[in-house]
């Protein structure tokens, strides 16, 4: 599908054509009040404009907030959403279009999806869930996480402000910026990966490693470069979905408190130069030889000239970003080699068994000073 692509450089002309005329649903995060478009939304409503604000739902949201935010929509009659924030903000309001047209009577989350033509507009604020170019919404129904998937919730415009992550805290700048990063890697070796979703993948990873620094130095033209970036890592996953790394993320994201792509990278830092060493045990049909070129392919991309090469400099990237490595337990290594989500694991081209995947959380905890 193709996206509508809206760049503000100080010039909001474009971006307010949309809202002209429009009954708005605008869903927006914290940030919002900080950032220049949220100001500049702000005075279109001063001077009139019928935009209504939704805000209430934490990070990771749940089901209960989507229902408020999708009895909000429909009582106050609205024909365009808006999204304004991180990959929480998106999943909100790609559920608030999914669910917009479904009976009010049953759970939405029971019911089919029937597509429907409501707009749905995404302005990014952090340079990494590539959220606003994928099909999925990860929401918690019952604090059970949920992955809501499909293609008519890729919203139809992406507008990129690059000025959003200019106060963007440092944590969040790394893990963020890791996040899109790990994206384009497992994208890259997924069994799903395609000649399009490679090609998404070389690009998204070439950028990030070109614009790291400045990015981290937070210079505005390295700030575009990484929403850019972080956008076409999100095109990549939308092909492929995402691997292991992913996977086994998640659960040191809700047992330590620690960042999504913080998590990512640390889980992909170990699982990489498993993978490389262990291509025997590949499950992509392409078989054992493809797999290795493709390690080969990453390491190339990476301006590598070995897959070990490619594993140093991954792992140096994630070093100098001194991430925190958390405190593990008997009891959590337990809870940890059981949380990973099987059918992520069948993206993966290297199969992993329950004690390979201990093994690699060993691994991970073990380079904790
Ligand atoms: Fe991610």
Same mark, same amino acid.
């Given at each position: 599908?193709?996206?509508?692509?809206?760049?503000?450089?100080?010039?909001?002309?474009?971006?307010?054509?949309?809202?002209?005329?429009?009954?708005?649903?605008?869903?927006?995060?914290?940030?919002?009040?900080?950032?220049?478009?949220?100001?500049?939304?702000?005075?279109?409503?001063?001077?009139?404009?019928?935009?209504?604000?939704?805000?209430?739902?934490?990070?990771?949201?749940?089901?209960?907030?989507?229902?408020?935010?999708?009895?909000?929509?429909?009582?106050?009659?609205?024909? @365009?959403?808006?999204?304004?924030?991180?990959?929480?903000?998106?999943?909100?309001?790609?559920?608030?279009?999914?669910?917009? +047209?479904?009976?009010?009577?049953?759970?939405?989350?029971?019911?089919?999806?029937?597509?429907?033509?409501?707009?749905?507009?995404?302005?990014?604020?952090?340079?990494?869930?590539?959220?606003?170019?994928?099909?999925?919404?990860?929401?918690?129904? +019952? $604090?059970?996480?949920?992955?809501?998937?499909?293609?008519?919730?890729?919203?139809?415009? &992406?507008?990129?402000?690059?000025? &959003?992550?200019?106060?963007?805290?440092?944590?969040?700048?790394?893990?963020?910026?890791?996040?899109?990063?790990?994206? %384009?890697?497992?994208?890259?070796?997924?069994?799903? %990966?395609?000649?399009?979703?490679?090609?998404? %993948?070389?690009?998204?990873?070439?950028?990030?490693?070109?614009?790291?620094?400045?990015? @981290? $130095?937070?210079?505005?033209?390295?700030?575009?470069?990484? @929403?850019?970036?972080?956008?076409?890592?999100?095109?990549?996953?939308?092909?492929?979905?995402?691997?292991?790394?992913?996977?086994?993320? !998640?659960?040191?994201?809700?047992? !330590?408190?620690?960042?999504?792509?913080?998590?990512?990278?640390?889980?992909?830092?170990?699982?990489?130069?498993?993978?490389?060493?262990?291509?025997?045990?590949?499950?992509?049909?392409?078989?054992?030889?493809? @797999?290795?070129?493709?390690?080969?392919?990453?390491?190339?991309?990476?301006?590598?000239?070995?897959?070990?090469?490619?594993?140093?400099?991954? +792992?140096? &990237?994630?070093?100098?970003?001194?991430?925190?490595?958390?405190?593990?337990?008997?009891?959590?290594?337990?809870?940890?080699?059981?949380?990973?989500?099987?059918?992520?694991?069948? +993206?993966?081209?290297?199969?992993?068994?329950?004690?390979?995947?201990?093994?690699?959380?060993?691994?991970?905890? %073990?380079?904790?000073?």
């Amino acid at each position: 599908m193709n996206q509508r692509e809206i760049i503000i450089n100080d010039n909001y002309s474009e971006f307010d054509e949309l809202f002209s005329g429009k009954k708005v649903f605008l869903v927006c995060d914290s940030s919002y009040g900080f950032l220049n478009i949220g100001k500049h939304i702000d005075s279109l409503i001063e001077s009139g404009a019928d935009i209504i604000k939704f805000s209430d739902f934490e990070p990771n949201p749940d089901y209960l907030s989507v229902k408020e935010a999708v009895h909000l929509f429909k009582k106050s009659d609205r024909e @365009l959403i808006v999204a304004v924030g991180g990959g929480s903000a998106m999943d909100l309001a790609k559920c608030v279009k999914l669910y917009s +047209n479904m009976d009010d009577s049953e759970e939405y989350i029971n019911q089919d999806i029937v597509p429907n033509d409501i707009p749905l507009i995404a302005v990014p604020t952090t340079a990494g869930t590539g959220s606003e170019a994928t099909r999925y919404a990860v929401i918690y129904y +019952n $604090g059970v996480k949920q992955s809501i998937a499909d293609l008519s919730c890729i919203p139809s415009v &992406v507008v990129f402000d690059s000025s &959003v992550l200019k106060t963007l805290p440092m944590y969040q700048r790394k893990a963020t910026m890791m996040d899109a990063f790990c994206h %384009s890697i497992e994208s890259f070796w997924s069994v799903n %990966s395609t000649d399009e979703s490679k090609e998404l %993948s070389k690009t998204a990873i070439t950028m990030i490693l070109d614009n790291m620094d400045a990015y @981290l $130095g937070n210079e505005d033209k390295a700030n575009k470069a990484m @929403l850019k970036a972080a956008n076409i890592a999100g095109k990549a996953i939308n092909i492929t979905q995402t691997t292991a790394g992913h996977a086994m993320c !998640y659960k040191l994201t809700s047992l !330590y408190g620690i960042a999504h792509g913080h998590a990512a990278a640390l889980c992909d830092s170990v699982l990489m130069p498993y993978m490389i060493e262990h291509t025997e045990n590949c499950i992509d049909s392409r078989g054992e030889a493809y @797999l290795k070129t493709v390690f080969e392919d990453i390491a190339k991309t990476m301006s590598c000239d070995s897959t070990s090469a490619l594993c140093e400099k991954f +792992n140096a &990237v994630v070093s100098r970003l001194e991430f925190s490595i958390p405190d593990c337990s008997d009891e959590d290594y337990e809870v940890l080699k059981t949380s990973v989500n099987p059918t992520r694991l069948k +993206n993966n081209p290297v199969k992993l068994s329950e004690d390979t995947i201990d093994m690699l959380y060993h691994q991970i905890f %073990s380079k904790r000073k």
